[in-house]
T-cell receptor
Framework: AQKVTQAQTEISVVEKEDVTLDCVYE???????LFWYKQPPSGELVFLIR??????QNEISGRYSWNFQKSTSSFNFTITASQVVDSAVYFC?????????FGAGTTVTVRA | GAGVSQSPSNKVTEKGKDVELRCDPI?????LYWYRQSLGQGLEFLIY????????KSGLPSDRFSAERTGGSVSTLTIQRTQQEDSAVYLC?????????????FGEGSRLTVL
């Protein structure tokens, strides 16, 4: 069985602060894929990143960075110098083959 | 358009009525998914279609729910005898082959309200 836990329900920060979203997963598979999606108020989920279980390199894309640690089954996401436009619900997800299991999501509110 | 298209965007119905939700995936995408998002909840997997293979219906919550995909393209999710607990946003997604090979592209969802 697969499970994704996003322990933080809501995070509120002031613009320009950094914010880190935690994601812990459970799977018995050795090959799996991890994702982050953003859901802005408009409702449409936007893909942010996909990592496979064999690639533990951290990744940075602009103000976004991801820290994948297999030893702790975590795939955390950091937004540096947050902006109001970053306000959204962020979902972490896990897939072994085709079924994508999502966490409950973390609502991020960035105040000006 | 180039994205996943869902209709209707909003549907209000009375308890006991049947509803049909439609999803037009991205052209050429063989994989199609339905998810349900209830208020304040994560995304709950409902059903998965891949090409001509038998669909994975393991996420459908009851036999009132069914889905089909005609011609490997458009999909319809049908909910019979709707109940108030069916109220949610129903999201459709498609991908080229599946999440193991690439991202899922989501539609904007169909918001269902059962009175």
């Amino acid at each position: 069985a697969q499970k994704v836990t996003q322990a933080q329900t809501e995070i509120s920060v002031v613009e320009k602060e950094d914010v880190t979203l935690d994601c812990v997963y459970e799977t018995r598979d050795t090959t799996y894929y991890l994702f982050w999606y953003k859901q802005p108020p408009s409702g449409e989920l936007v893909f942010l990143i996909r990592r496979n279980s064999f690639d533990e390199q951290n990744e940075i894309s602009g103000r976004y960075s991801w820290n994948f640690q297999k030893s702790t089954s975590s795939f955390n996401f950091t937004i540096t110098a947050s902006q109001v436009v970053d306000s959204a619900v962020y979902f972490c997800a896990l897939s072994n083959d085709y079924k994508l299991s999502f966490g409950a999501g973390t609502t991020v509110t960035v105040r000006a | 358009g180039a994205g996943v298209s869902q209709s209707p965007s909003n549907k209000v119905t009375e308890k006991g009525k049947d509803v049909e939700l439609r999803c037009d995936p991205i052209s050429g995408h063989t994989a199609l998914y339905w998810y349900r998002q209830s208020l304040g909840q994560g995304l709950e997997f409902l059903i998965y279609f891949q090409g001509n293979s038998a669909p994975d219906k393991s996420g459908l919550p009851s036999d009132r729910f069914s889905a089909e995909r005609t011609g490997g393209s458009v999909s319809t999710l049908t909910i019979q005898r709707t109940q108030q607990e069916d109220s949610a946003v129903y999201l459709c997604a498609s991908s080229l082959n599946g999440p193991g090979t690439g991202e899922l592209f989501f539609g904007e969802g169909s918001r269902l309200t059962v009175l």
